[in-house]
């Protein structure tokens, strides 16, 4: 596996620009406001009609602390009681969906994100799962991808044994770094001790998937630190990592003007540390799936890739994909069929929706044909690294290459560069080109003109 990427400084200079990630097409930033809850429950009803299974988000916006680099939604409170109205809300809102679906519509796939989802007492957990379980079909088998993530801070034994007795089988550690320097200069103090009694835990109670989230970028990290805390991770052997880029973005998430800009790390210095952890994660036999994800070979993710089956949604790789999405919970998307929907971000106004009765749709989008080519074409490069033009000519009517016409010029300077084979039927990208991908997916990007003046995260 170590061939499968090549690590070209050069090419990254010169494409590591900044883009989407894609975990849709079009991106969230092609939303509107033109959306209502009546798309939303058109869309619902479509979905009863054809029976199609279910992917449920739960989103729970709550976090003790803050954490400086975040960006998520959230609502930093110690008060514990702020979760009730809340959870009164959330759980109006899953009454309200279900009435739209069918009985049978089995839940594959269920993930808890936040904000901290164990912010919630146990007694609340236990009756947000029964809510779940009463108005949704969950599976009892234990077959289900039932996922959660964690904050090894607001964990224990306790805690993971009622995760693992509610259902929950996969699992996903915020770890970020190690080291306490840098833990101090982003407001999360967390132990290594921590991580390793959660995870622990998580292994003895037979959680199916344990993932670790790592970030390089942040301030007072140097290459040579944030390798031993790769190599530490390493050694507590998760099945899955993360390794995500910090986008600096003050102007647009207050909690990040706390970070001095003079104590992040150089481009370099950054781009060394993400070249470091690949070296180290490879060599430890995990497998590159793409972008900032890393799986050992027996993993879920590893074998759909290979299979041909692994999807890309808005939590990421998949093998999901297929499933209607449904977005629960303050600032939550929802993709069903041709929509995307969005609830309200600020958590006053979707409660106080809910509370009258209504649904908490805020913007969206309607997918036309144009968007569904496009979305198969980035899809099929982001999670294969190849495309049969023949394959989306079939599936859509077009002529690939007059379709296309404008991307080609491109796409052959990317094959003179060595990032991909370009045939008269094909696209296979290189192992230079793997780390690259959201670079060569952007070429199929028809919103990147509306997009210039947004701002993304770089790809590297």
């Not at 729970?60 to 975040?70: E, K, L, M, Q």
């Amino acid at each position: 596996m170590l061939s499968s990427i090549r690590w070209d400084a050069d090419l990254i200079r010169r494409y590591d620009h900044a883009g989407p990630r894609y975990t849709s097409y079009p991106t969230a930033v092609q939303f509107h406001d033109g959306i209502r809850s009546t798309d939303y429950v058109h869309a619902l009803e479509n979905s009863r009609a054809n029976q199609r299974s279910l992917s449920l988000y739960i989103h729970i916006p709550f976090c003790a602390n803050i954490c400086y680099y975040c960006a998520c939604n959230k609502v930093i409170t110690k008060d514990r009681s702020r979760a009730r109205e809340y959870l009164v809300a959330l759980q109006r809102e899953i009454e309200l969906v279900s009435e739209q679906l069918g009985p049978d519509q089995h839940v594959e796939q269920l993930h808890f994100g936040g904000g901290t989802p164990t912010f919630l007492s146990h007694a609340e957990l236990r009756e947000l799962m029964g809510s779940l379980r009463e108005h949704f079909l969950l599976r009892d088998d234990d077959g289900g991808d039932y996922s959660i993530e964690i904050d090894p801070r607001e964990a224990d034994w306790a805690t993971m044994g009622l995760l693992r007795e509610l259902g929950f089988n996969r699992v996903s550690f915020g770890v970020q770094d190690l080291d306490p320097e840098v833990q101090r200069a982003v407001n999360r103090l967390q132990s290594q001790e921590q991580t390793q009694t959660v995870m622990d835990a998580a292994r003895t109670l037979a959680y199916r998937s344990i993932n670790i989230d790592l970030i390089y970028g942040l301030p007072k990290q140097t290459p040579e630190r944030f390798a031993e805390t790769v190599d530490a991770i390493i050694a507590l052997k998760p099945d899955r990592l993360s390794v995500f880029n910090y986008a600096h973005l003050p102007e647009r998430f207050m909690p990040q003007r706390r970070i001095n800009s003079a104590d992040l790390p150089t481009p370099q210095d950054k781009l060394l540390m993400f070249e470091n952890s690949v070296r180290q994660l490879l060599a430890a036999g995990y497998r590159y799936i793409g972008m900032d994800h890393f799986a050992l070979p027996d993993d879920s993710l590893s074998i759909a890739q290979d299979s041909g089956e692994l999807q890309r949604n808005f939590q990421g790789y998949t093998t999901h994909g297929h499933c209607d999405l449904i977005g629960l919970g303050v600032s939550s998307i929802s993709q069903i069929g041709d929509l995307y929907s969005q609830n309200s971000s600020d958590i006053k106004h979707y409660q106080q929706v809910l509370q009258e009765g209504g649904l908490a749709t805020h913007r969206g989008l309607m997918c036309h044909t144009d968007d569904h080519i496009r979305r198969a074409v980035i899809a099929q490069l982001i999670c294969h690294c190849k495309l049969s033009f023949a394959d989306i000519e079939k599936r859509f009517g077009i002529e690939f290459h007059e379709y296309f016409a404008d991307s080609l010029p491109m796409l052959e300077q990317m094959a003179r560069d060595g990032l991909l084979i370009l045939t008269p039927g094909s696209i296979r990208v290189q192992p230079a080109g793997r780390l690259l991908i959201r670079s060569i997916c952007m070429l199929f990007d028809a919103y990147q003109s509306e997009q210039s003046a947004q701002r993304f995260s770089r790809i590297i």
